[in-house]
């Protein structure tokens, strides 16, 4: 394999970043994103810990795929920033190397004029600290992105002027969806990325195709119900009228939907049967069978169990529904 295409924990954070554009359709998160989400937050007391905490989730889902040695730290200085330091024997023959994510919170654009400069010469500092093992530095603009637009666009010139480090800029929205991303976002993501070709998930994924996001959340809560309670691969009419993750789907992406019974009756036949012995339906497991492989992967692997599973099955499949 040429090294320049090796997954490395940038990749899955890239990846992460980049999909917010897309709106993942199981999160409240990204929908309730406006121009002031970010205005109460304050960095050392919101904004640090967590993104530290992504820093540390995407790492932490990495080391469950390759063996990896890393750390999170954060330098010295009044705007510290994080640093993701990470060697793998399996990864550029060993070499150390680290991803630095700086953070520029709503009061910075406030009342510092001078923030442009001091965002480039924090970056030069970081490039002169660690040199060639800087492999991108992330700059995470979180603030309102209407009344600050000209500052934001100030940063955005500056830094395309500079080619001297490799800088990504997670624009507001984009910063917000990786604050608010769930863990078993990370982990689907990081899934995805690290083993796109296997034989278990492209089963998983042919399992689905084309059914639609509405029905495949019904099909995943139905699924881990059916295991988890049911130990029989049943569910019960009730569960399926009062499903929460269907309710939550429909709540955060309002659209012209067919009444609940009419997906259910399309899936009658390929994922559902009636059974006189039920009251309810009863599962085809060979219908299913890899996508309960993964579920079963993820809970060994995680241990997702319950919503967490669900978010973590949607997440990994939804681009195939």
């Not at 993501?189 to 278990?200: C, F, G, Q, W």
């Amino acid at each position: 394999m040429d090294f320049e295409d090796q997954v490395t924990p940038i990749t899955i954070l890239a990846e992460i970043i980049r999909h917010a554009p897309a709106q993942p359709s199981h999160a409240r998160s990204f929908s309730s994103f406006s121009p002031v989400s970010f205005s109460h937050l304050q960095r050392d007391r919101d904004l640090f810990p967590a993104f530290h905490d992504k820093a540390e989730r995407i790492l932490a889902s990495f080391e469950k795929y390759r063996p990896i040695t890393y750390s999170i730290q954060r330098t010295q200085e009044p705007d510290a920033d994080i640093i993701m330091r990470y060697s793998s024997p399996t990864l550029l023959r060993g070499k150390e190397c680290c991803i630095v994510m700086g953070i520029i919170s709503f009061d910075e654009f406030e009342k510092d004029d001078e923030l442009v400069s001091k965002i480039k010469a924090r970056i030069q500092r970081t490039n002169k600290d660690y040199g060639v093992q800087l492999d991108r530095y992330y700059l995470l603009l979180c603030t309102d992105d209407r009344k600050h637009e000209g500052k934001i666009q100030a940063i955005r010139e500056e830094l395309a002027a500079d080619t001297a480090v490799a800088v990504t800029i997670a624009e507001p929205r984009d910063a917000w969806f990786f604050y608010t991303a769930e863990e078993t976002m990370i982990d689907a993501t990081s899934d995805r990325i690290l083993y796109p070709d296997d034989y278990v998930r492209q089963q998983a994924r042919e399992q689905i195709t084309g059914i639609g996001k509405r029905k495949l959340i019904l099909l995943l809560s139905c699924l881990v119900h059916a295991i988890e309670e049911m130990k029989n691969f049943s569910v019960a009419d009730e569960f399926v009228i009062h499903n929460d993750h269907l309710h939550d789907f429909e709540a955060s992406h309002p659209g012209d939907y067919v009444p609940l019974l009419e997906d259910v009756t399309a899936m009658e036949g390929q994922f559902f049967f009636r059974d006189a012995d039920v009251e309810g339906l009863r599962m085809y497991q060979d219908s299913v069978s890899a996508i309960i492989a993964l579920y079963y992967d993820a809970k060994v692997r995680y241990g997702h169990e319950g919503d967490a599973a669900v978010q973590y099955l949607f997440t990994f499949l939804e681009r195939s529904a």
